[in-house]
């Protein structure tokens, strides 16, 4: 639905279910059809908006704020039966969703809040100290009790998302999503925000399957719906805040680690640094606004916030910073607030103290630790948690990580504008080189990591460290490697995977901890770690409840796959996967033969329950893959 000048700009989850709202039942009907043909609308600039022709005496204006369209007067359209005509509504279901608030302007926001708190507590203090003197203990807060319009919202977002779940992708349009953000709406204006912010990111994904999107993955709109039928049986979680709360903090000293460009379906775009205090915690600095991919390289020449002129980027690149009086949330986002002050320092380099501790630890731990970090919730993570720092070899048969299986190499992100799909084929087509990774773990394929950044050694034998998603690599920043005999497959990996043999060329730089010391040769690789063709089965049942719903469930249950799982040992997902094909075929009927009506609620348990149990096992397994066997003593 563009053309080479302009481009949807998001849209609010308020303005975007309200549009539906409007329409009368005839028309509701049309949504889906007209969303389709609103693909080949074009988009013209206009002033502080984009203007999508429908026709040549009919178009749709739509009117920006800060980079999104924010308000329902902000979407006009010059036909006789707007704000109630389906062009409009079309519009705005095709625009992408936009997130809550800009990073850059949440911050500011919860800065000026801070401020505007300290001073009622001053004048509290100074007026109300004889009140305060007289007054009791303060209650203490017991279990999580939801007041009657809390719990009225929770119950419309269960039936919405209940109502995705068993219509399936094929069967959630228009219609559903307009519900879903209605409810999602309804419970942030309650105070349920977690589950308001699930809400609208499944939205979003529904959006991107239909429109057949190639970043779309299924495994993800998987997990978000099990998040939400979780949250909305757990009040105590559902009514945790889900902002984040930037307090001030007192001078921190960072060593920039990468930098990483941000690309989101929802129409933003930036760059975030990682970089490491003191403490041993990552912090991140941002700067993500309203954009396309070309935005991210943009962003990563953003000063950092304070005034030094320090580039994102070139923290990100083994530079470093010190600021002072800066805002930091809970999960470690530095905010860019005015109070705040930086100056350049020294950074440090990945083979270099404090970074080179990160290495040092087992990949096993790493994971587990990553795996405990994605199970809490999305909005609560501390920053980098689900990173993984490796060492290793590049092999025909994958990445043999040093200490750790052999694993698959893929990028985060398949865009043409970010450079990963090349950067990544460019060292991976190098067997024996050697490289120090960045890497996010994927849950749902064990055979892989995405990784983000890379070292490696250069012609002169300097170490050479490249952003992935930012700098395109050319053949010449990679030394040939010569080819070299493996070593015997006893002389060094794990039972995981093993590694590669030790090159003859270019040694890698040594750790700050131990320079000069010998590394050691690896073993042969071994095939990536991967899944029980069991368990697989039943994450594809899991998801293929998702994209075709309840009918496609109870048509494809057989009894051939909860066998197949007890004969692996796996008898609770074999139960599990038998109560979810009975609960898509439940259609009783009463003593005159009528049908009754169907459980949506009771088929979204069983799959809830089906989904955790795989996830569940998916990341035990995924553990045993990765931790090396001990040789038992003779």
């Not at 559902?238 to 460009?261: H, K, M, Q, W």
């Not at 990028?411 to 190098?430: I, S, T, V």
């Not at 990774?437 to 050694?457: E, G």
């Not at 409840?545 to 799982?565: K, M, N, Q």
């Amino acid at each position: 639905m563009t053309d080479a000048t302009a481009v949807l700009p998001p849209v609010t989850a308020a303005v975007a279910a309200a549009a539906l709202d409007l329409l009368p039942a005839r028309l509701r009907k049309r949504v889906d059809g007209a969303v389709a043909k609103a693909a080949g609308w074009p988009v013209e600039p206009h002033p502080d908006g984009v203007l999508v022709r429908v026709a040549d005496d009919t178009a749709v204006t739509l009117r920006v704020t800060a980079g999104i369209v924010a308000a329902d007067d902000h979407a006009v359209c010059s036909c006789l039966l707007a704000p109630a005509c389906l062009h409009r509504a079309a519009v705005l279901s095709s625009a992408p969703l936009a997130m809550d608030a800009p990073l850059a302007t949440e911050e500011v926001k919860e800065e000026e809040k801070e401020k505007e708190e300290e001073r009622q507590e001053g004048g509290e203090r100074d007026g109300k100290s004889g009140e305060r003197a007289g007054a009791g203990p303060p209650p203490v807060v017991g279990e999580a009790a939801l007041t009657p319009l809390q719990s009225t919202a929770l119950d419309a977002l269960r039936d919405a998302v209940t109502a995705v779940l068993v219509a399936g992708i094929a069967g959630s349009g228009a219609v559903h999503r307009a519900e879903l953000l209605h409810a999602a709406h309804s419970a942030r204006l309650a105070g349920l925000h977690r589950p308001a912010a699930t809400a609208v990111r499944i939205a979003r994904l529904l959006a991107e399957a239909r429109s057949d999107d190639p970043a779309f993955r299924l495994a993800t709109l998987s997990t978000e719906l099990a998040e939400l039928l979780d949250l909305v049986r757990r009040p105590a979680e559902a009514l945790s805040p889900a902002r984040r709360s930037y307090r001030p903090e007192g001078p921190l000293r960072l060593y920039g680690l990468f930098t990483e460009p941000v690309v989101t379906a929802s129409g933003y775009a930036g760059a975030t640094v990682y970089a490491l205090a003191p403490d041993g915690t990552l912090r991140t600095v941002s700067d993500v606004a309203p954009g396309g991919p070309e935005r991210a390289l943009q962003a990563s020449g953003t000063p950092v916030p304070g005034g030094c002129a320090l580039p994102l980027r070139e923290l990100g690149d083994g530079g470093g910073v010190i600021l002072t009086a800066p805002t930091v949330s809970p999960d470690g986002r530095i905010g860019g607030g005015g109070q705040v002050r930086s100056v350049r320092a020294g950074g440090a380099g990945w083979y270099e103290a404090p970074l080179a501790a990160l290495w040092e630890r087992p990949p096993a731990g790493q994971l587990a630790a990553a795996l405990r970090r994605l199970s809490e919730p999305a909005d609560t993570r501390a920053a980098g948690g689900d990173l993984l720092f490796l060492d290793g070899m590049c092999a025909e048969a994958g990445f043999a990580v040093s200490g750790g299986p052999t694993l698959r190499l893929s990028a985060p992100d398949e865009r043409p504008e970010l450079p990963y799909a090349e950067n990544l084929r460019l060292l991976a087509g190098r067997p024996g080189l050697e490289l120090r990774l960045i890497a996010r773990v994927v849950p749902d394929r064990p055979d892989r990591v995405h990784v983000l950044a890379a070292s490696w050694t250069g012609h002169d034998g300097e170490s050479v460290r490249a952003d992935l998603g930012l700098r395109r690599l050319h053949r010449s920043d990679i030394p040939a490697v010569p080819v070299q005999a493996t070593a015997p497959a006893g002389a060094g990996g794990t039972g995981g995977g093993g590694g590669a043999a030790e090159p003859a060329g270019p040694s890698r730089p040594a750790a700050a901890s131990s320079p000069g010391a010998a590394v050691p040769a690896l073993s042969v690789p071994a095939a990536p770690p991967a899944l029980p063709v069991e368990l697989d089965l039943l994450r594809r049942a899991v998801d293929r409840a998702v994209a075709g719903g309840r009918a496609v469930t109870a048509v494809s249950a057989d009894g051939e796959l909860p066998r197949r799982l007890r004969t692996v040992g796996l008898t609770a997902g074999a139960e599990l996967v038998q109560s979810l094909a009975e609960a898509a075929a439940d259609r009783r009927h009463d003593v005159l033969g009528r049908l009754l009506p169907a459980d949506p609620r009771g088929f979204a348990l069983a799959w809830l329950a089906a989904a955790v149990y795989a996830s569940a096992a998916a990341e035990s397994l995924l553990l045993a893959a990765w931790t090396p066997d001990i040789p038992a003593a003779n």
